[in-house]
């Protein structure tokens, strides 16, 4: 007859481990299954009129990059729209550019930040001129290197303006491209993108991502723009998400349709140096969301260091029960996160072949460096001078 000993330092490291699993379980199904099963619903019939839309981009020495994407932009199928690009002292022949885009376009206007400002961060300033410029209730922002990957882009950010929405966040990443940089560039995007979209859709909408965003200029103006943030150099769009976003005013934007995307970082540095100025604006994050996400990501790597530990020791004491139980509770993860990873990943027409798990192992890893990378760096290099 078997026996279990309950007692046992196998039974303490499987329980454990049983206790980072099902915090783990909570997580997938209650959390990163949402976003599956949001694009997995029925279409549903656009709204018979819709809205008109002031397309807001701030420029700043974007050069040949601009004159190819905003015409995606500028040639929209969507019946009433305008975009505005702010031109940030471009040295560059961002101005030639625009005016020749000018006379193609009509709906097409553009200004520039004068030399004599200073008072705030150039790219709110950009943004908060834009807005102000703009004639419609609806602003969408994005950027100059972003291009929507359908001419029905804007349609299907309008479909979720309804009269009870005051935002509507989007999915963007970046291009496909060779080289496990890049990949892992794409890869840290996604999940990035797939947390605080399936956090939308659990109720508890905490930023956005100026690629591909839409709020109301009405909300934005009784929020007094970026007031309550002006010293920090960025965080125009996630801080301004992040005070005014609600269970009940913000949606999500589904359907491959809605996505843009932009080109990877060409240096690691700069891109090391994104998620270090994410990390800085993330302090200012508030509400549950934040919490909710590190303790998510804490629970994954406990759950990885409990579960090695737990088998090692299981093994060693020939004790396969506690074995097979913590050999249970890594299989059940795996594939219950690669399920909902992967179709995640395959609504938002990303193709990551095996790289997922090994991202999802080294996750909390990567977090640990940043933290500690976030400790020692000169926090007023992110705040305005």
Request: proline fraction near 5%.
């Amino acid at each position: 007859m078997i026996t279990i000993d309950f007692t046992s330092l196998s039974a303490l490291a499987t329980g454990v481990c049983g206790v980072f699993f099902l915090i783990q379980l909570f997580y997938i199904l209650g959390i990163y299954s949402r976003l599956h099963r949001y694009f997995s619903r029925k279409p549903y019939t656009e709204p018979v009129d819709l809205p008109p839309i002031s397309v807001i981009i701030v420029t700043k020495d974007s050069g040949e990059i601009l004159n190819e994407n905003l015409p995606a932009i500028l040639e929209q199928d969507y019946p009433l729209f305008e975009v505005i690009v702010i031109n940030d002292k471009s040295a560059g022949e961002d101005g030639v550019i625009l005016k020749r885009l000018s006379d193609r376009y009509p709906n097409l206007y553009h200004t520039f930040i004068p030399e004599t400002a200073r008072y705030v961060s150039q790219k709110k300033l950009g943004v908060a001129m834009g807005i102000r410029a703009s004639r419609y209730e609806w602003i969408v922002v994005t950027s100059p290197f972003c291009r929507p990957v359908s001419p029905n882009w804007l349609r299907n950010l309008a479909r979720e303006m309804t009269p009870d929405t005051d935002i509507v966040l989007g999915y963007s990443n970046y291009f496909p491209k060779k080289g496990f940089f890049a990949r892992r560039v794409i890869v840290s995007s996604f999940f990035r993108s797939l947390r605080y979209l399936c956090m939308a859709l659990a109720g508890h909408p905490y930023m956005g991502i100026g690629y591909n965003l839409a709020y109301r200029k009405s909300v934005y103006q009784a929020h007094k723009g970026f007031s309550d943030h002006l010293q920090l150099l960025r965080g125009e769009d996630d801080l301004l998400v992040n005070a005014v976003a609600k269970r009940s005013n913000t949606r999500v934007a589904r359907g491959a349709e809605s996505i843009v995307r932009l080109p990877v970082p060409a240096f690691k540095r700069v891109w090391k140096e994104e998620k270090l100025s994410a990390m800085v604006t993330g302090y200012y994050y508030r509400g549950i969301a934040p919490w909710l996400n590190s303790i998510e990501t804490w629970t994954c790597g406990l759950f990885y260091v409990s579960w090695g530990i737990a088998l090692c020791i299981s093994i060693l004491a020939h004790e396969w029960i506690w074995t097979g139980i913590v050999g249970l509770f890594g299989l059940v993860r795996f594939l219950s996160i690669m399920h909902f990873f992967y179709h995640s990943a395959w609504d938002l027409q990303e193709k990551f072949g095996c790289l997922l798990p090994f991202f999802d192992l080294f996750r909390p890893v990567g977090s640990l460096m940043r933290y500690v990378q976030y400790l020692f760096c000169k926090k007023e290099d992110f705040m305005r001078r």
